[in-house]
């Protein structure tokens, strides 16, 4: 901490001395690499942090210097008045940007940003507000008192300062509550709306985290060189700003700047060799995607693995998982005062012409451990799914303590109080442990985010408490040993704890769990049961699927058996076990199989009769 | 009426072209689930390629075709090497790497052929025909019928031969497709020179439409990926719906708001892509997005 | 009626060059997690294994790992003499290994037909394989009604009915099945179980990876337990049917 602090104080004197060594052509290309690294802030934050495919930034970046342009030159505004206004124009064009988010992502998302870049450029180019190809010239020097900005020497602090603010508050994101959103939401969006992230208001404010970054830098650009023309403003442009974010490392924020400051200088550096230049940075960045995904920034990291691996012999305390500390035990709510907590009622799920739910009905009470049960692909995940608002009941309705829930948002049940895990463990893998209960352990509204702007202290205050409540948690599921490794290289069993931890942090009142036993050894299996029934005393009504029959006879009270989307059976384990339906559909006896073998066809047998809708299969058995 | 035929004429054929880039694209996009940016860069050097044989080494418009189809296909056997080894795992990272390759591409080009760029008379000097009161270039109805050509020689080659059936069975699961006896490497490396071949093939026909020079690839590309999408990323008809949409979009935009014609083009295609993000032809096979 | 007959040179005599698998110390590791570890068994001529366990177990991974569709991280694949250690996955159906995946990944966008004629994709498209495409039909038929149908568009039932078809187009010596009951109803299951079982009786070797124990007692001779990546209990299928663990956890009894 105290090298960190240090080496921080040194870098702060390093950037304050570095004008009085340098020439005014090289100040000049400092200040364009400080813009370009702003830029690179913004756009890490959109492609690195949000993971939001933003091939617009240029755009952004444009609309900042051209209306400041323009307000200046055209209507006689002031240069800051001018530069308010742009920073509500480029986060309005980052609003704009920012809405087919909603609908795509991915390469979809790249392409149309990348047109709407295209679509900016062509107007800038070709309408005559904004000058047409020739641009606009003459744009009047900001002035700031006692301060003479026309010395690119004292710009050079302006830009410094506003640059270390940038990174300083991008930082504070990144690293708190929204960042952790953020990031989860770029790991799995699913998982992490189950954790009660908003998802469409997270993805805009990564475009108007980028715009913001994008128009500052435009309004600096505008101030620097007081001349705007379309060329700045290129896609080739774009394409150079995005090396410099993957060659800096996209995850990272200081990489990004490295990666921004580092290409710009090279850049100049090879003025004279521009195409052999850009032909370096194509190669480079190639090379970076399939050598070094993480770029500079992650350079580190992988040395420091390499020598932890070489060095694992020796090793130190070796990290292990602790045991469970269990709840403390709550009453039992007093039942039938408030019904069912969760009520389905005649839910049916239809996925283009496949009946996945079949009128299932089922309610749940409060404190009750209930297991369902049933054969793969009979839609016990599609119920959770259903109950957790990933998917829409074609019919029916899903009641929460009697609320109407059959068309709420994931994060908004999140926030009501149903947590779930998932089957094929959806861990965020770029998270660390802690950071993984830590999104969870975030139940504030999405919406709460305007304090980053208008009150970070209580930021700040949030943040404190929820570290202490993290370690208490990890403390508890004995997993204080790795909280700051990233999940996906611990084994499956752990991985399978801090899913269930992630999703106690939530705090639920109603705990949904897919298959938590699968992967674990015999051992394991008794600790998850232990685990359960101390969360169900705690007062979470817990609803686990499961394939382990052992454990849902020893650990539910009611057992729903599912087959073919319809609930075929309910009551206690040994009613379950006992009903015919049952034992035909699922568990079967095992003398069934024993006869099958007898009367397996002989070879002259006539084609087995596997059913077909067919109606030619009906001739078939006919003969 | 008469005005708006002329435009349906000068939008399909330049359409033509882009359902060429977009099929290329939609072909690697299907087989590989690898999104190439670097596709429009692949067509750019196909029409410098193009236009070199024909001009400077004076070979017949058909032979120096054919010639920068091949190299160009060459040159995708090499990228698709380069990343394979992010094939079907980080998405992401691919797409940037094959910007990284278009950087490479434009770079390479600036330094063969510079910056100043070049005009490519039409190969086929005839009039003009007139159908109807419409002027119709007798070129623009060469590139329509070569593109036609390679619309039907490639669904002709996916439905019919066993090649084609193993390479749409590879995008569809390749792990089935290995346990088949299918080499994916291979097969995923034809797919790759066969698209950046339609790639030069669509550059090597726009040459005698627009002007070439390092930046062609920008506009033709973005309206080719513009169109897969349109039509429905890795559909084949798709893209030649969606190429058609975009060229006649683009013509009428052209004729109606002028120099903003790529600014309302990318509006609307905007405006159209939200409302039915599949696009026309929905994403049947594969479902990365 | 004529009957399907599935193997190499059935028709006349015994496979020529039949052959035990053998699998030998097999072990798999994802990132340091190790989802395999230290598997033996062995699949003589004409003989039918299984391996049952829950899901995580390792089954599927023990499979891949055998097919060469997942890196192995140690242990040796023989078929007779031969070492498959080296083999590259698409070549396993070269060596007569056809390979029926968990979820059964039949190619959605193709016809039907098209499907089963890749299954034969290792061989030449010729009048054998028309024979064969016969026979498959005949065990299948409605495989031979649906011949244009896109494969997506099949009920659940048939897509597993067309993904062992295709496998068997292949006319393998050996069939790797995963899961073939999942997602299917009982009586789509004792279908499948119907099937397996007339293959058992042309021959053909089968490895069977099946959650559903009861299935795969009824189909195979010789069964393992997976628990943990590893083998909890192996025995015949009657035993392990019997064992009281087993029963319980498996069995549901």
Same mark, same amino acid.
């Given at each position: 901490?105290?090298?960190?602090?240090?080496?921080?104080?040194?870098?702060?004197?390093?950037?304050?001395?570095?004008?009085?060594?340098?020439?005014?052509?090289?100040?000049?290309?400092?200040?364009?690499?400080?813009?370009?690294?702003?830029?690179?802030?913004?756009?890490?934050?959109?492609?690195?942090?949000?993971?939001?495919?933003?091939?617009?930034?240029?755009?952004?970046?444009?609309?900042?210097?051209?209306?400041?342009?323009?307000?200046?030159?055209?209507?006689?505004?002031?240069?800051?008045?001018?530069?308010?206004?742009?920073?509500?124009?480029?986060?309005?064009?980052?609003?704009?940007?920012?809405?087919?988010?909603?609908?795509?992502?991915?390469?979809?998302?790249?392409?149309?940003?990348?047109?709407?870049?295209?679509?900016?450029?062509?107007?800038?180019?070709?309408?005559?507000?904004?000058?047409?190809?020739?641009?606009?010239?003459?744009?009047?020097?900001?002035?700031?008192?006692?301060?003479?900005?026309?010395?690119?020497?004292?710009?050079?602090?302006?830009?410094?300062?506003?640059?270390?603010?940038?990174?300083?508050?991008?930082?504070?994101?990144?690293?708190?509550?929204?960042?952790?959103?953020?990031?989860?939401?770029?790991?799995?969006?699913?998982?992490?709306?189950?954790?009660?992230?908003?998802?469409?208001?997270?993805?805009?404010?990564?475009?108007?985290?980028?715009?913001?970054?994008?128009?500052?830098?435009?309004?600096?650009?505008?101030?620097?060189?007081?001349?705007?023309?379309?060329?700045?403003?290129?896609?080739?442009?774009?394409?150079?700003?995005?090396?410099?974010?993957?060659?800096?490392?996209?995850?990272?924020?200081?990489?990004?700047?490295?990666?921004?400051?580092?290409?710009?200088?090279?850049?100049?550096?090879?003025?004279?060799?521009?195409?052999?230049?850009?032909?370096?940075?194509?190669?480079?960045?190639?090379?970076?995607?399939?050598?070094?995904?993480?770029?500079?920034?992650?350079?580190?990291?992988?040395?420091?693995?390499?020598?932890?691996?070489?060095?694992?012999?020796?090793?130190?305390?070796?990290?292990?998982?602790?045991?469970?500390?269990?709840?403390?035990?709550?009453?039992?709510?007093?039942?039938?005062?408030?019904?069912?907590?969760?009520?389905?009622?005649?839910?049916?799920?239809?996925?283009?012409?496949?009946?996945?739910?079949?009128?299932?009905?089922?309610?749940?009470?409060?404190?009750?451990?209930?297991?369902?049960?049933?054969?793969?692909?009979?839609?016990?995940?599609?119920?959770?799914?259903?109950?957790?608002?990933?998917?829409?009941?074609?019919?029916?309705?899903?009641?929460?303590?009697?609320?109407?829930?059959?068309?709420?948002?994931?994060?908004?049940?999140?926030?009501?109080?149903?947590?779930?895990?998932?089957?094929?463990?959806?861990?965020?893998?770029?998270?660390?442990?802690?950071?993984?209960?830590?999104?969870?352990?975030?139940?504030?509204?999405?919406?709460?985010?305007?304090?980053?702007?208008?009150?970070?202290?209580?930021?700040?205050?949030?943040?404190?408490?929820?570290?202490?409540?993290?370690?208490?948690?990890?403390?508890?599921?004995?997993?204080?040993?790795?909280?700051?490794?990233?999940?996906?290289?611990?084994?499956?069993?752990?991985?399978?704890?801090?899913?269930?931890?992630?999703?106690?942090?939530?705090?639920?009142?109603?705990?949904?769990?897919?298959?938590?036993?699968?992967?674990?050894?015999?051992?394991?299996?008794?600790?998850?049961?232990?685990?359960?029934?101390?969360?169900?005393?705690?007062?979470?009504?817990?609803?686990?699927?499961?394939?382990?029959?052992?454990?849902?006879?020893?650990?539910?009270?009611?057992?729903?058996?599912?087959?073919?989307?319809?609930?075929?059976?309910?009551?206690?384990?040994?009613?379950?076990?006992?009903?015919?339906?049952?034992?035909?559909?699922?568990?079967?006896?095992?003398?069934?199989?024993?006869?099958?073998?007898?009367?397996?066809?002989?070879?002259?047998?006539?084609?087995?009769?596997?059913?077909?809708?067919?109606?030619?299969?009906?001739?078939?058995?006919?003969? | 009426?008469?005005?708006?035929?002329?435009?349906?004429?000068?939008?399909?054929?330049?359409?033509?072209?882009?359902?060429?880039?977009?099929?290329?694209?939609?072909?690697?996009?299907?087989?590989?689930?690898?999104?190439?940016?670097?596709?429009?860069?692949?067509?750019?050097?196909?029409?410098?390629?193009?236009?070199?044989?024909?001009?400077?080494?004076?070979?017949?418009?058909?032979?120096?075709?054919?010639?920068?189809?091949?190299?160009?296909?060459?040159?995708?056997?090499?990228?698709?090497?380069?990343?394979?080894?992010?094939?079907?795992?980080?998405?992401?990272?691919?797409?940037?790497?094959?910007?990284?390759?278009?950087?490479?591409?434009?770079?390479?080009?600036?330094?063969?052929?510079?910056?100043?760029?070049?005009?490519?008379?039409?190969?086929?000097?005839?009039?003009?025909?007139?159908?109807?009161?419409?002027?119709?270039?007798?070129?623009?109805?060469?590139?329509?019928?070569?593109?036609?050509?390679?619309?039907?020689?490639?669904?002709?080659?996916?439905?019919?031969?066993?090649?084609?059936?193993?390479?749409?069975?590879?995008?569809?699961?390749?792990?089935?497709?290995?346990?088949?006896?299918?080499? !994916?490497?291979? &097969?995923?490396?034809? @797919?790759?020179? +066969?698209?950046?071949?339609? =790639? /030069?093939?669509? *550059? #090597?026909?726009?040459?005698?439409?627009?002007? !070439?020079?390092? &930046?062609?690839?920008? @506009?033709?590309? +973005?309206?080719?990926?513009? =169109? /897969?999408?349109? *039509? #429905?990323?890795?559909?084949?008809?798709?893209? !030649?719906?969606?190429?058609?949409?975009?060229?006649?979009?683009?013509?009428?935009?052209?004729?109606?708001?002028? *120099?903003?014609?790529?600014?309302?083009?990318?509006? !609307?295609?905007?405006?159209?892509?939200?409302?039915?993000?599949?696009?026309?032809?929905?994403?049947?096979?594969?479902?990365?997005? | 009626?004529?009957?399907?007959?599935?193997?190499?040179?059935?028709?006349?005599?015994?496979?020529?060059?039949?052959?035990?698998?053998?699998?030998?110390?097999?072990?798999?590791?994802?990132?340091?997690?190790?989802?395999?570890?230290?598997?033996?068994?062995?699949?003589?001529?004409?003989?039918?294994?299984?391996?049952?366990?829950?899901?995580?177990?390792?089954?599927?991974?023990?499979?891949?790992?055998?097919?060469?569709?997942?890196?192995?991280?140690?242990?040796?694949?023989?078929?007779?003499?031969?070492?498959?250690?080296?083999?590259?996955?698409?070549?396993?159906?070269?060596?007569?290994?056809?390979?029926?995946?968990?979820?059964?990944?039949?190619?959605?966008?193709?016809?039907?037909?098209?499907?089963?004629?890749?299954?034969?994709?290792?061989?030449?498209?010729?009048?054998?394989?028309?024979?064969?495409?016969?026979?498959?039909?005949?065990?299948?038929?409605?495989?031979?009604?649906?011949?244009?149908?896109?494969?997506?568009?099949?009920?659940?039932?048939?897509?597993?009915?067309?993904?062992?078809?295709?496998?068997?187009?292949?006319?393998?010596?050996?069939?790797?099945?995963?899961?073939?009951?999942?997602?299917?109803?009982?009586?789509?299951?004792?279908?499948?179980?119907?099937?397996?079982?007339?293959?058992?009786?042309?021959?053909?070797?089968?490895?069977?990876?099946?959650?559903?124990?009861?299935?795969?007692?009824?189909?195979?001779?010789?069964?393992?337990?997976?628990?943990?990546?590893?083998?909890?209990?192996?025995?015949?299928?009657?035993?392990?049917?019997?064992?009281?663990?087993?029963?319980?956890?498996?069995?549901?009894?």
């Amino acid at each position: 901490m105290k090298l960190r602090i240090g080496g921080l104080a040194a870098m702060i004197v390093v950037a304050w001395l570095l004008p009085y060594g340098l020439g005014s052509y090289a100040i000049h290309v400092v200040n364009i690499a400080l813009i370009y690294a702003l830029l690179a802030i913004g756009m890490g934050l959109a492609m690195g942090i949000s993971g939001q495919i933003n091939l617009a930034q240029v755009a952004f970046f444009g609309v900042g210097a051209y209306v400041v342009a323009i307000l200046t030159t055209h209507n006689g505004y002031g240069f800051w008045a001018a530069s308010a206004l742009a920073l509500l124009a480029t986060v309005a064009t980052g609003l704009f940007v920012g809405v087919p988010a909603l609908r795509m992502q991915s390469h979809y998302l790249g392409i149309v940003t990348l047109g709407l870049a295209l679509g900016f450029l062509n107007w800038i180019t070709n309408a005559t507000i904004t000058g047409g190809a020739d641009g606009i010239s003459g744009i009047p020097l900001p002035t700031l008192p006692g301060i003479d900005l026309s010395s690119e020497y004292l710009y050079y602090y302006v830009e410094l300062v506003v640059c270390v603010l940038g990174l300083a508050f991008g930082l504070f994101v990144v690293r708190t509550a929204l960042g952790r959103r953020l990031r989860a939401m770029r790991d799995d969006s699913l998982a992490a709306s189950a954790m009660g992230a908003q998802i469409p208001l997270l993805r805009m404010t990564a475009f108007v985290l980028a715009s913001l970054y994008g128009g500052m830098a435009g309004i600096l650009y505008a101030g620097l060189i007081r001349y705007v023309a379309p060329e700045t403003f290129s896609i080739a442009n774009m394409f150079i700003l995005l090396a410099m974010v993957i060659i800096g490392g996209r995850r990272s924020l200081v990489g990004c700047v490295v990666g921004a400051i580092g290409l710009t200088l090279i850049r100049e550096w090879l003025s004279d060799f521009s195409t052999y230049a850009q032909l370096g940075y194509g190669v480079v960045v190639v090379l970076m995607v399939v050598f070094a995904p993480t770029g500079l920034a992650g350079v580190p990291g992988l040395v420091r693995d390499a020598v932890r691996r070489r060095s694992r012999t020796s090793g130190g305390p070796r990290a292990e998982l602790r045991p469970f500390t269990p709840y403390e035990v709550s009453p039992p709510p007093d039942d039938q005062a408030t019904g069912p907590l969760l009520d389905i009622r005649a839910v049916t799920k239809d996925f283009r012409g496949l009946r996945a739910l079949d009128d299932v009905s089922l309610s749940v009470l409060p404190g009750e451990i209930r297991g369902i049960v049933g054969p793969n692909g009979s839609g016990k995940t599609t119920l959770f799914n259903v109950v957790s608002g990933f998917y829409r009941a074609t019919s029916g309705q899903v009641r929460l303590s009697g609320r109407d829930t059959t068309a709420t948002r994931p994060y908004t049940l999140s926030l009501l109080g149903v947590a779930r895990t998932f089957q094929n463990l959806r861990l965020f893998s770029h998270l660390t442990v802690r950071e993984n209960i830590l999104v969870a352990l975030d139940r504030t509204r999405t919406h709460t985010i305007w304090r980053y702007v208008l009150w970070p202290p209580g930021v700040l205050r949030q943040e404190r408490r929820l570290r202490t409540q993290a370690q208490e948690l990890l403390d508890r599921f004995g997993l204080a040993d790795f909280a700051d490794t990233p999940p996906g290289s611990l084994p499956y069993g752990i991985q399978r704890r801090i899913e269930i931890a992630r999703a106690m942090a939530a705090r639920p009142r109603l705990l949904l769990l897919d298959e938590p036993a699968a992967g674990l050894n015999g051992e394991e299996v008794g600790q998850l049961a232990h685990m359960v029934r101390s969360i169900r005393d705690s007062g979470t009504t817990v609803v686990l699927i499961e394939h382990n029959m052992g454990l849902v006879m020893s650990l539910c009270e009611q057992v729903t058996v599912l087959a073919g989307g319809r609930v075929i059976a309910e009551g206690t384990p040994p009613e379950v076990v006992a009903s015919p339906a049952v034992i035909e559909a699922y568990l079967g006896d095992s003398e069934m199989a024993q006869d099958a073998r007898e009367a397996a066809p002989p070879l002259t047998a006539t084609t087995p009769h596997l059913p077909s809708p067919s109606p030619s299969n009906s001739e078939e058995a006919a003969r | 009426m008469q005005e708006t035929l002329q435009t349906l004429v000068g939008g399909l054929s330049l359409g033509a072209v882009y359902a060429l880039v977009a099929m290329g694209f939609s072909l690697v996009y299907r087989t590989m689930g690898l999104v190439n940016f670097a596709h429009a860069d692949i067509a750019m050097i196909g029409a410098y390629a193009a236009s070199t044989f024909y001009l400077t080494s004076k070979m017949p418009f058909v032979v120096a075709m054919v010639v920068a189809i091949v190299v160009t296909g060459a040159i995708g056997l090499v990228i698709e090497r380069v990343l394979r080894p992010l094939e079907n795992k980080d998405f992401d990272l691919m797409l940037i790497g094959t910007i990284g390759f278009g950087i490479v591409l434009q770079a390479v080009a600036i330094l063969i052929w510079g910056t100043t760029g070049r005009a490519v008379p039409s190969p086929v000097r005839s009039a003009p025909l007139d159908v109807f009161g419409v002027r119709v270039r007798t070129y623009d109805l060469l590139v329509m019928a070569v593109a036609a050509f390679a619309v039907i020689g490639l669904a002709w080659f996916l439905a019919r031969t066993k090649r084609g059936a193993a390479m749409q069975a590879v995008a569809m699961d390749h792990e089935a497709a290995t346990a088949v006896g299918i080499n !994916v490497g291979r &097969s995923n490396a034809l @797919a790759f020179s +066969i698209g950046a071949g339609l =790639a /030069a093939l669509a *550059g #090597g026909l726009v040459g005698p439409m627009l002007y !070439v020079d390092a &930046s062609l690839g920008g @506009a033709l590309g +973005i309206k080719g990926f513009a =169109a /897969a999408m349109l *039509g #429905g990323f890795g559909s084949i008809p798709g893209a !030649v719906v969606g190429g058609l949409a975009i060229g006649v979009l683009d013509s009428y935009a052209a004729g109606h708001f002028q *120099g903003y014609s790529v600014l309302v083009t990318f509006l !609307v295609f905007t405006a159209a892509i939200m409302i039915r993000p599949m696009g026309v032809f929905g994403e049947r096979t594969v479902s990365r997005a | 009626m004529k009957i399907p007959s599935l193997l190499p040179g059935k028709r006349a005599t015994a496979p020529a060059h039949a052959a035990t698998l053998a699998v030998d110390d097999l072990s798999v590791h994802y990132g340091g997690v190790c989802a395999v570890r230290s598997i033996d068994f062995s699949i003589a001529p004409g003989e039918s294994v299984g391996i049952i366990g829950a899901n995580g177990a390792g089954k599927t991974s023990t499979l891949k790992a055998l097919m060469g569709l997942v890196p192995r991280s140690g242990g040796r694949i023989t078929l007779g003499e031969r070492d498959l250690g080296k083999v590259p996955a698409r070549d396993m159906v070269r060596h007569g290994i056809g390979y029926v995946p968990e979820g059964r990944h039949v190619f959605p966008g193709l016809p039907v037909e098209k499907n089963l004629l890749l299954g034969a994709y290792a061989r030449r498209w010729d009048d054998e394989t028309r024979a064969t495409l016969a026979e498959v039909h005949e065990l299948f038929p409605v495989l031979g009604e649906m011949g244009t149908r896109l494969a997506g568009a099949l009920s659940g039932g048939q897509q597993q009915m067309l993904a062992i078809g295709r496998a068997l187009m292949a006319r393998p010596r050996i069939l790797l099945l995963d899961e073939p009951s999942m997602g299917l109803s009982p009586k789509l299951v004792s279908g499948i179980l119907d099937v397996l079982l007339r293959l058992r009786e042309e021959g053909l070797s089968l490895l069977l990876v099946e959650q559903n124990a009861k299935l795969t007692f009824g189909a195979t001779s010789h069964c393992l337990v997976m628990e943990n990546g590893e083998v909890a209990m192996t025995g015949s299928a009657q035993e392990l049917s019997r064992d009281e663990r087993v029963r319980r956890i498996y069995l549901g009894l």
